[in-house]
């Protein structure tokens, strides 16, 4: 029998301790902030997920989630509102809420918040070890989400921004 994962309660959400299944509301789940990559919740504790990530991240208009990148593994999105860019490959695509985007392997992605208002974005991928390239391209620098020399190294990519903050639910998932 699996036993259920107690849930502690942060001044920044409730975060799971320990293995074992658990249920969190997303409101009450910890969150993190970034001025330049947007919010989310990643839903984990510890210990983290060693299998799958699961994530929502929240982009208001002209923000990138992240830095473009291949990585070496699947990764699967849904808009769950608003509106997204998303730059894949060289090309660029307006998403809107319902649209769901499946990277293979190896496919450069990344995804920059549009429209009027806040978009929501769940996120699931591989935990397991992967290798990632962060590669130049012109499209994603001119939306302020490429690096300007290729590199494997995370830290060396996301080196101009320093890291996220903990956070509560701001009313991110439905403007409450």
Request: net charge negative; hydrophobic share 35%.
């Amino acid at each position: 029998m699996v036993p259920e994962a107690p849930l502690e309660q942060t001044e920044f959400g409730r975060v799971p301790k320990g293995e074992g299944w658990f249920v969190v509301n997303a409101k009450e789940s910890r969150w993190l902030e970034h001025e330049k990559f947007g919010s989310g919740t990643t839903f984990e504790g510890e210990p983290e997920f060693a299998q799958l990530g699961i994530n929502i991240g929240v982009l208001e208009p002209g923000q990138p989630a992240c830095m473009y990148h291949r990585e070496s593994a699947q990764e699967d999105f849904l808009v769950l509102w608003g509106e997204c860019l998303l730059l894949v490959e060289g090309e660029e695509r307006r998403l809107k809420a319902w649209d769901f985007v499946h990277c293979p392997p190896w496919t450069d992605h990344v995804f920059v918040g549009a429209g009027d208002g806040p978009c929501g974005l769940l996120a699931v991928g591989s935990r397991e070890h992967q290798d990632i390239v962060y590669p130049v391209s012109e499209l994603a620098q001119k939306y302020e989400a490429g690096v300007e020399k290729e590199t494997p190294d995370a830290k060396e990519a996301y080196a101009p921004y320093g890291r996220a903050d903990q956070a509560s639910y701001r009313g991110q998932l439905d403007g409450s």
